[in-house]
């Protein structure tokens, strides 16, 4: 089939698709109108019967604090009253007669004076904060505070607790642990949704225990039973108030959406399918476009890698017959075609002239630009100059056409095989790392020039340090050190140093990268690589 022949296709099956999508549009609407409403009555089930449990299971547990104020007159008079151990596990009996927690009696000064928890003996209700300081309106009112069912500050158990007045001042306060509620206010709940529907006839509300045992059921013959949670046949719920789990369940048949919303709905889909199919037919011409326009990047991108792979030495040692230096590199770019690069070579009889860069582009216009600095500054390089000559030539040549305003940041080395020393340029680029053979690594810390290929008629000074037998320089770009983890923190200067100072790895000079590139990809932990990372190693073995 031609590619006209495949275009027609498509343009016919996108034309299918908006009607097929039309109708499938349709039913989804009228689903999700229909489940909208039946969500809309449920919320207003459960604001009503919310409140009436919440009513219920007060006044039963402030029932409880009334009794237990009842009895305080005799407790005051028990032996054990005033013995602080005796007094708690007097009051411990006591709540095991009432079916709840924790009991305790506040004076009128606001201070917890008896409690079936000697722990909370001693505690100020009048210089608290928190869940507490609900009950210090007690202490001046006469009246009952409830509060909902919530955790506790100290133990993280769900507790709900009630306080009432006393008449000579203070208050009594009970607390109730969500199983212990759950036995005291059950009866208080039986029966409690029997004649409330939701939705017609069919919908109902359910209460049960955490467990599942039915309290309240619109089917009394239920209650007692095992409750089982319905089906796809429903639309349904479930929320905990006071740790009782109450369940509102609308039938599927029974939820009704008007029929004018309907009418309505689907004619302006049957409408909208005219404009979806016209909106399709573009999206399918666009991508085919975008996918003639990918395969031509694609392959574009494939070549460019390709020239850059062959360009950069990969082969160690590069010279197998020179012994005075080691010389070891590793790149990995963050995208198919990167801009960094890395180069050396003989630049005089016993000179070896070395280099790591950085591209400020990425892709295809980096790998271009990557291409021309490398080729320019070996070029001048190998004709013998100063470095700082062959800096100040190499910049001035990449200015020239440089109308995309692409720079790039250099450290490049000429070093003596003989001596140890090295000269360098640094055009704006990270400084490298000198690691002597005690194992010592520290920054080669000096002045910047600016980056290649910015302005033209700069002037570059060159620097010199000295390497003795068993040092090495290490070079890299700062997708090293600028590496981010997932919280935002950069890899940084010192764990590169921390790494490089390891006297094991300067004696085996290639296992550098790699240890430099597993613990930058272990410290970043999946997240994505930032920027490309290379890597050069130099180390001076001495004049044989």
């Known amino acids: ?53 919440r009513e219920k299971v007060d006044r ?72 507490a300081a609900g009950f210090k309106p007690l202490l001046d009112v006469e009246t009952e505070i409830a509060q909902p069912l919530l955790p506790n500050t100290r133990g993280g158990d769900m507790i709900k607790y009630v306080g009432v007045w006393l008449p000579e001042g203070g208050f009594v306060q009970v607390g109730c642990r969500e199983g212990s509620l759950l036995y005291l206010a059950r009866s208080a709940l039986t029966g409690l949704t029997h004649n409330r529907h939701v939705s017609g006839e069919d919908g109902y509300i359910v209460i049960t225990t955490t467990s599942g045992t039915i309290i309240s059921h619109l089917d009394e013959r239920r209650e007692s039973g095992q409750w089982h949670e319905p089906g796809d046949d429903c639309y349904w719920q479930r929320r905990v108030v006071d740790g009782f789990f109450v369940y509102v369940v609308i039938p599927k048949r029974t939820a009704v959406v008007e029929r004018r ?111 021309r600095a490398k080729t320019i500054i070996k070029g001048i390089a190998q004709t013998g100059k100063p470095i700082a000559e062959v800096v100040m030539e190499a910049n001035d040549a990449l200015c020239e056409g440089n109308g995309a305003n692409v720079f790039v940041t250099a450290w490049i080395g000429e070093i003596d095989l003989d001596s140890g020393l090295v000269s360098y340029v640094n055009a704006g680029h990270n400084q490298p790392v000198v690691i002597r053979s005690d194992g010592q690594a520290a920054c080669l810390c000096t002045k910047a020039g600016l980056v290649l290929g910015a302005m033209p008629g700069m002037k570059y000074t060159a620097q010199e340090v000295l390497l003795a037998p068993g040092d090495a320089i290490y ?40 240890a430099v590139s597993t613990s930058v990809s272990a410290f970043a932990a999946g997240t994505e690589q930032v920027d490309d990372r290379t890597q050069l190693v130099v180390r001076y073995n001495g004049k044989a």
């Open 261 to 371: 919303v309907l009418v309505g709905t689907s004619a302006f889909l049957n409408f909208m399918a005219l404009v979806l199919a016209t909106v399709l037919a573009g999206f399918v011409i666009a991508a085919y476009v975008r996918a003639q326009v990918r395969a031509q990047r694609a392959k574009e991108m494939k070549m460019a890698a390709a020239i850059q792979e062959s360009a950069i030495p990969r082969v160690f040692p590069p010279f197998p017959d020179e012994r005075a230096v080691d010389i070891h590199a590793a790149m990995e770019t963050a995208k198919e075609v990167g801009g960094d690069f890395y180069d050396f070579y003989f630049s005089g009889p016993r000179k070896i002239t070395f280099l790591v860069a950085d591209v400020s582009d990425k892709g295809v216009p980096a790998a271009l630009f990557m291409m």
């Open 475 to 514: 070079l890299y770009t700062d997708g090293v050190t600028e590496q981010i983890d997932r919280h935002g923190e950069m890899f940084g200067e010192n764990r590169l140093l921390a790494i490089l100072s390891s006297k094991w790895l300067l004696e085996e000079p290639k296992a550098i990268p790699t």
């Open 60 to 131: 039963r547990l402030v029932r409880q604090a009334m009794l237990f104020r009842d009895r305080l007159p005799e407790l005051r008079a028990h032996p054990d009253w005033g013995d602080r151990k005796k007094s708690v596990a007097l009051l411990r009996r006591v709540a095991s007669e009432l079916k709840v927690d924790e009991l305790c009696v506040v004076d009128a000064k606001g201070i917890l004076t008896h409690s079936a928890d000697e722990h909370d003996i001693g505690f100020d209700f009048t210089n608290i904060k928190g869940q």
């Open 1 to 53: 089939m031609t590619a006209r022949g495949k275009l027609v296709f498509r343009l016919a099956g996108a034309v299918a698709t908006a009607f097929l999508a039309s109708l499938v549009l349709t039913w989804v609407m009228h689903d999700r109108l229909t489940a909208h409403d039946a969500h809309k009555l449920i919320d207003v089930a459960f604001k009503d019967v919310e409140g009436a449990i």
